[in-house]
Every structure is written in structure tokens, then in C-alpha cells.
């Protein structure tokens, strides 16, 4: 069972950096953030195996950009895959993402998240890219707190987990416990921490 006191230290995280986070994208110059995660660094396209699926999200204000590796890994010949919801009590899937361009095959789903079709086949990501609210240098995760990502590594513990985010969203600790699933890499605008 969790721990209230973890469970408000992770709250407390979340509100912060929620909010710093938009600040911070808002805060930069248009010619920074049209170059900001333009292509995955080098070691990262090397750990990524030549037929992989590849999961990776629509970014919300605030997160880290991830059209631009949409596109990159497209053009490579991958499949592209999205997180679909139904609801906050169903696991979270992934279904194919076929148009990292214009996203004319994205509608408004849950939460009013835009996200693939019903119709769109349903694939299991091997390398997934994922958004985060914080990380430390150790390759720990605090998500926005409804447990999709969490519990979708815990079902798929195989798949290779890269994390995208703001150097500023780093944190010397977080607070963590037994479900809360590490990151094998995370890129920023000015490092890649990992391999770990
Ligand atoms: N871009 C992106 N897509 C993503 C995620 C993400 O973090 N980023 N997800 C990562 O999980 C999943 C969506 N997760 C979500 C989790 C919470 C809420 C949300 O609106 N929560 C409400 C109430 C939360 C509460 O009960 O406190 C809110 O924030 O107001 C939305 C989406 C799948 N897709
Ligand atoms: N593998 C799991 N099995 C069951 N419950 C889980 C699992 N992983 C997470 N949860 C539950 O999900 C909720 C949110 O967990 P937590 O606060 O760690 O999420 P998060 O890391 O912020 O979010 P996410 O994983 O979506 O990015 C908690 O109630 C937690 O108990």
C-alpha cells in the first residue's frame, strides 16, 4: 500500500514542477525551441534495435517536444505508437501513429488528450520515449500521478524507457516506492544522463 506521507511528498513535487515547467518552455526564445529535441542524441539512436516500435507521446505545454523524434524515427522506417486511454481505472494501450505531420489520424480522446483513432491497430512500443514532471541523476521518475506509465512498465518490464525533459526539472531526490519503475536514459536539451 503507498504511504500518505510519500504520497504528499510526491503531490508537493508534482505542483512545482508542474508549473515551473510551463514557465520555463514559455520562457524560451522561438529559435531555442524550434531546435530543442530536434534529433535524439547519437547514443540514443544506437540503443534503439532496427525494427522497433516506437512509443512516444503528443507533448503538453510544459513537456518536453517529442513531434520532432516522432518524425526522425517515421522517416527510419519505424512504427510510431501513442498512448490511448479509455479512462482513469483502464490500463493505459498504445495504437499506431501513422501521420507525425499533420496528425490527421489524432482526435480528442479522455481528458480531452488528442489521440489515435479506435480503429488504429494496437502495438506494444519496445523503446518508449516518455514525458515526466521530474527525474533525478540516478534515472528516477515523478509522473503527473495517474499511474499509466507506471503501470504500463510494470506489465512490459522488457522495454527500453527514455525519459524527456527540461535540465530544470531535475530534482537531487525524489520520493520513491515499490511500483515506481527507473528510466534506462534521459535526454535534455544539454545532456544525456544514462545508460544506467
Ligand atoms: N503528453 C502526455 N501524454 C500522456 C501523458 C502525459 O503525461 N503526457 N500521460 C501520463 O500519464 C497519460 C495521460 N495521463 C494523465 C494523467 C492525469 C491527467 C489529468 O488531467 N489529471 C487531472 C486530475 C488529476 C488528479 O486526480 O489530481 C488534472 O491534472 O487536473 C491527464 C492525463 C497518457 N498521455
Ligand atoms: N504497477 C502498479 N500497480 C498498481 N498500482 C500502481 C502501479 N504503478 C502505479 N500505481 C498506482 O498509481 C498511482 C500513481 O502512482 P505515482 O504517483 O507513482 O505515479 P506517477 O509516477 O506520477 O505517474 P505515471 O506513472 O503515470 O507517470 C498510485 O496510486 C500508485 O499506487
Known sequence: MSDPEIIQQK??????LRKARVEHAASLPKQVSALVFHRPPTAVVDMVPEDAVIGLYRADPGEAPASSYAKFFFERGHT????????????MRFRVHTDPYGESDL???????????EDAPEVVPDVLFMP?????????????????YDK??????????????????EVPELPIEPH?????????????????
Open 80 to 91: 510510431i505508437a501513442l498512448p490511448w486511454l479509455v479512462d482513469l481505472n483502464t490500463p
Open 11 to 16: 503531490k508537493s513535487i508534482r505542483n512545482r
Open 132 to 148: 515526466l514532471v521530474a527525474f533525478t541523476a540516478k534515472g528516477d521518475r515523478l509522473g503527473q500521478g495517474g499511474g499509466f
Open 180 to 196: 515506481d519503475m527507473p528510466l534506462t536514459a534521459i535526454v535534455t536539451p544539454t545532456r544525456l544522463l544514462g545508460p544506467f
Open 107 to 117: 482526435a480528442k480522446g479522455y481528458f480531452g488528450l488528442m489521440q489515435g483513432s
Open 152 to 169: 504500463w512498465l510494470g506489465a512490459h518490464p522488457d522495454v527500453i524507457r527514455i525519459g524527456l525533459a527540461w535540465d530544470m526539472q
